[in-house]
Nanobody, 125 residues
Framework: QVQLVESGGGLVQAGGSLRLSCAAS????????MGWFRQAPGKEREFVAA????????YYADSVKGRFTISRDNAKNTVYLQMNSLKPEDTAVYVC??????????????????WGQGTQVTVSS
């Protein structure tokens, strides 16, 4: 059974940092791309970042480019999202997801097969 479990969310002041983790289990993810999405109250789910398990280019939403960094630790089966210079508009539930590497669009949540439960990130002004 595939499980994606996020951790690391919390309350932080604007300008601060958080690191989210997504621990994956239940299958081999070497042919998958791992993504982070977020959803704020009353808003649509939004792509944040993505990274292939087996290496290659990373992908970022324009709104987080230069502030967020996605990375992976294959030995720990864990994907990270380092978030720096946080802004109040980054407040959302952050969710980890997995999509097969052959999918045509890693920024579209409709292509993703597996989802975690999410972790709340709140940035105060």
């Amino acid at each position: 059974q595939v499980q994606l479990v996020e951790s690391g969310g919390g309350l932080v002041q604007a300008g601060g940092s958080l690191r989210l983790s997504c621990a994956a289990s239940g299958r081999t993810f070497s042919s998958y791309v791992m993504g982070w999405f977020r959803q704020a109250p009353g808003k649509e789910r939004e792509f944040v970042a993505a990274i292939p398990w087996s290496g290659g280019a990373t992908y970022y939403a324009d709104s987080v480019k230069g502030r967020f960094t996605i990375s992976r630790d294959n030995a720990k089966n864990t994907v990270y999202l380092q978030m720096n210079s946080l802004k109040p508009e980054d407040t959302a539930v952050y969710v980890c997801a997995a999509v097969f590497r052959g999918a045509p669009n890693y920024t579209d949540y409709n292509w993703y097969n597996y989802w975690g439960q999410g972790t709340q990130v709140t940035v105060s002004s």
